[in-house]
């Protein structure tokens, strides 16, 4: 794995600044570097909730010799921009952030670029894709729903509509103080205590982690992305023949690589059915001893699946 250092940049998104680490190594550490008289293809990396782009670090260190690398931390999240407001987590906002980034590092139709997102990165990629395909050299999406799949699920298929209780929580005006009154750390071993114990995540990162949560406001502008969403979850589920057809907004176009963790609690395989129907260029990996935080719990495999993809497009 490379030594690469991590670089900070601040970047200017739609409206908000945006923190961005960028890998940096012997190759050199500006944007318009090349790689033996090539562009150095770039790769975007977007994170999950209620993460950063320190989730990504070990995926930074091991693409950098090739490639140019770069994690933002979502708007909200971290040392980027906090706005208060639901209102400015919409995602026409999240996906102009994204090309905002995508422009500032490079990004052309002459020069596309590779989106990777997981959770809530992953379906900004997906709207994202959707958007621009002509920047997109291609998509990988880790335990990311897409929308409108997704959408269905959640009113049709009794298990994800159970399995999606949780939406409900989170967008609820109460969670902070339940958060708060639980415990940050606590609510921070509920989701990564296992990948701590394991080493994937250390306990320098836990701190800063924390800190970060500590912020004023910082817990409302995460649980923003939830309130700005429109996947609300209904009291029942419905007949599939009362939920109107998805139009084709959300097609995507490039190459898409979608990896799914199996063992998932709360985004079910179910999500992947259907998929080709708007994603004719699809591949799927399934990862049968991995769940919805399968970036840390199979840091090696999906490198190694990223390696191959990447190369091959």
């Not at 950098?64 to 026409?92: C, H, I, T």
């Not at 989106?115 to 920047?135: E, Q, S």
């Not at 996947?231 to 898409?256: R, Y």
Request: with cysteine; glycine share 6%; hydrophobic share 40%.
């Amino acid at each position: 794995m490379s030594l690469a250092e991590i670089h900070h940049d601040y970047v200017q998104g739609s409206q908000v600044r945006l923190h961005v680490a960028r890998a940096c190594n012997k190759n050199g550490d500006s944007p318009t570097k090349t790689v033996v008289g090539k562009p150095r293809k770039l790769i975007i990396f977007l994170h999950g909730f209620p993460e950063s782009w320190v989730s990504w670090r070990p995926y930074l260190h091991a693409l950098s010799d090739e490639y140019l690398v770069v994690a933002p931390d979502n708007r909200g999240f971290n040392e980027s921009s906090q706005p208060a407001s639901p209102a400015d987590y919409q995602m026409p906002l999240i996906v102009a952030d994204i090309h905002a980034l995508a422009i500032y590092y490079g990004a052309t139709e002459a020069t596309p670029f590779t989106l990777i997102g997981h959770d809530w990165g992953g379906i900004a990629a997906w709207h994202f894709t959707a958007r621009y395909p002509k920047l997109m050299k291609s998509l990988v999406t880790l335990n990311a729903p897409h929308p409108d799949i997704f959408e269905r699920a959640i009113y049709t298929d009794p298990a994800q509509h159970a399995a999606s209780q949780y939406i409900n929580r989170l967008r609820d005006p109460g969670c902070e103080a339940r958060l708060q009154a639980i415990g940050l750390e606590t609510f921070w071993m509920s989701l990564f205590g296992p990948h701590l114990a394991r080493g994937a995540i250390s306990i320098t990162d836990k701190e800063n982690q924390l800190r970060a949560w500590s912020r004023p406001g910082a817990i409302t502008a995460m649980l923003n992305w939830y309130r700005a969403s429109t996947h609300g979850v209904p009291d029942e589920i419905a007949s599939a023949a009362t939920v109107a057809e998805p139009g084709p907004a959300l097609k995507i176009l490039v190459p898409t690589l979608v990896v799914w963790g199996m063992q998932d609690p709360l985004l079910l395989p179910c999500l992947l059915d259907g998929l080709d129907q708007y994603v004719p260029q699809l591949t799927i990996e399934r990862i049968s001893n991995a769940g919805h935080g399968l970036i840390h719990e199979q840091p090696e495999q999906i490198i190694k699946l990223l390696r191959a993809w990447i190369l091959q497009h």
